[in-house]
T-cell receptor
Framework: DTEVTQTPKHLVMGMTNKKSLKCEQH?????MYWYKQKAKKPPELMFV???????INESVPSRFSPECPNSSLLNLHLHALQPEDSALYLC?????????????FGSGTQLSVL | RKEVEQDPGPFNVPEGATVAFNCTYS??????FFWYRQDCRKEPKLLMS???SGNEDGRVTAQLNRASQYISLLIRDSKLSDSATYLC??????????FGAGTRLFVKA
C-alpha cells in the first residue's frame, strides 16, 4: 500500500470546469512533486515543492496551478484544461536534503478532459 | 540525444531466464541513479538504488559504470510476476529527476 494518498482516483472534466487534485503524505517528507504521465511514456516532472515553497516549475501552462498548504498536503488546481491534458497525474514525495532522493509515488489520478 | 536512454523492448523471456537491461545517461555530472518498476496502470515503485560498487537484492542486481555512463539491471530466474516496465532514473542535482522511457518485460510461462 502506498503511503502517498491521492484523490480522486479518476476524474472526468469539461474544458470549462475547475477541479482540484489532492495529495497527502505522512512520512515527514519535505519535498513533494507533481508528475504527468501519458500512456506508454515515462513520468514528466511538472512541479516540485521543497519545505512548502515552489522549487521547480517545468514551464507548465498556467491552467495548472499547484498549491502546498502545509508539509503534508499538495494540491493541483485545474482550470480550462484541453483534451491533450488527459493523462495520469502522479504525486510523489521524498526526503529533502537539497537534492532528489528516492521518490514515493501515490497511485495517481487518471484525468480525462472532454 | 536523450538525457537518459533505454531500449524500450519489449523483452519476451520464459520463466527462469536471466534478463538484463541497460540504460545510458548523457550528463557526466549526474549524481544519483535508481531503477523503478511500474506495473500496468499503477504508479512507479522504487526497485533499487544503483552504486558503482553494485547493489544486489535477491534475484536482482544493479550496477553503475560512471566511466561509460551506463546503468544495468539484471534479473535472474525470472518469474511471471516480474512482468512490468522498468524505468531507469537519474538525478542531476537539485530536484531534477530524469526518467528513461522504460523497458517493458514480459515473462512467459
Amino acid at each position: 500500500d502506498t503511503e502517498v494518498t491521492q484523490t480522486p482516483k479518476h476524474l472526468v472534466m469539461g474544458m470549462t470546469n475547475k477541479k482540484s487534485l489532492k495529495c497527502e503524505q505522512h512520512m515527514g517528507h519535505r519535498a513533494m512533486y507533481w508528475y504527468k504521465q501519458k500512456a506508454k511514456k515515462p513520468p514528466e516532472l511538472m512541479f516540485v515543492y521543497s519545505y512548502e515553497k515552489l522549487s521547480i516549475n517545468e514551464s507548465v501552462p498556467s491552467r495548472f496551478s499547484p498549491e502546498c498548504p502545509n508539509s503534508s498536503l499538495l494540491n493541483l488546481h485545474l482550470h480550462a484544461l484541453q483534451p491533450e491534458d488527459s493523462a495520469l497525474y502522479l504525486c510523489a514525495s521524498s526526503q529533502d536534503s537539497g537534492t532528489a532522493e528516492k521518490l514515493f509515488f501515490g497511485s495517481g489520478t487518471q484525468l480525462s478532459v472532454l | 540525444r536523450k538525457e537518459v536512454e533505454q531500449d524500450p523492448g519489449p523483452f519476451n523471456v520464459p520463466e527462469g531466464a536471466t534478463v538484463a537491461f541497460n540504460c545510458t545517461y548523457s550528463n557526466s555530472a549526474s549524481q544519483s541513479f535508481f531503477w523503478y518498476r511500474q506495473d500496468c496502470r499503477k504508479e512507479p515503485k522504487l526497485l533499487m538504488s544503483v552504486y558503482s560498487s553494485g547493489n544486489e537484492d535477491g534475484r536482482v542486481t544493479a550496477q553503475l559504470n560512471r566511466a561509460s555512463q551506463y546503468i544495468s539491471l539484471l534479473i535472474r530466474d525470472s518469474k511471471l510476476s516480474d512482468s512490468a516496465t522498468y524505468l531507469c532514473v537519474v538525478t542531476q542535482g537539485g530536484f531534477k529527476t530524469i526518467f528513461g522511457a522504460g523497458t517493458r518485460l514480459f515473462v512467459k510461462a
